[in-house]
C-alpha cells in the first residue's frame, strides 16, 4: 500500500487548510491516522478515523479546530484544520494501521508528509 499526503502550504495564523492523503494498493487496515512533526520535536498524534467512518478521535490541542474524514470509497483521508496557530506548524503524516492506537508503533503504513507553516 502507498499513502500520498498532500495540501499543505503557509497560511497565517487563523486561516485554513485542507489536507488530503489518498491510498493506492490493497490495505487491510482499519485505522487511517494523522501525526505532526515540528521542528526539533517528536512526531506526535493529531487524529484518526475508522474505515467506517464512525470511530473518530482527537488530540486534545486540535479539538474544535480540525476534522478528520474520509470519502465514501473510504480511499481518501482529509484532515480539514481551521483556526491554524503557530504551533500547528509541521510536517503531518497520514498512516493506516489496524488499532485504534495513538501510538505511533501501531501503524504500518507511512506517506511521505506535507508540510504545514502557519505565521503569526
Known amino acids: 500500500v502507498q499513502l500520498q499526503a498532500s495540501g499543505g502550504g503557509s497560511v497565517q495564523a487563523g486561516g485554513s487548510l485542507r489536507l488530503s492523503c489518498a491510498a493506492s494498493?490493497?490495505?487491510?487496515?482499519?485505522?487511517t491516522a494523522w501525526f505532526r512533526q515540528a521542528p526539533g520535536k517528536e512526531r506526535e498524534f493529531v487524529a484518526l478515523v475508522s474505515r467506517s467512518g464512525l470511530n473518530i478521535y482527537y488530540e486534545d490541542s486540535v479539538k474544535g479546530r480540525f476534522t478528520i474524514s474520509r470519502d465514501n470509497a473510504g480511499d481518501t483521508v482529509y484532515l480539514q484544520m481551521s483556526s491554524l496557530k503557530a504551533e500547528d506548524t509541521a510536517v503531518y503524516y497520514c498512516?493506516?494501521?489496524?488499532?485504534?492506537?495513538?501510538?505511533?508503533?501501531?501503524?504500518?503504513?507511512w506517506g511521505q508528509g506535507t508540510l504545514v507553516t502557519v505565521s503569526s
Open positions: 494498493g490493497r490495505d487491510s487496515s482499519y485505522f
Open positions: 498512516a493506516t494501521g489496524s488499532s485504534y492506537s495513538v501510538l505511533l508503533n501501531d501503524y504500518a503504513h
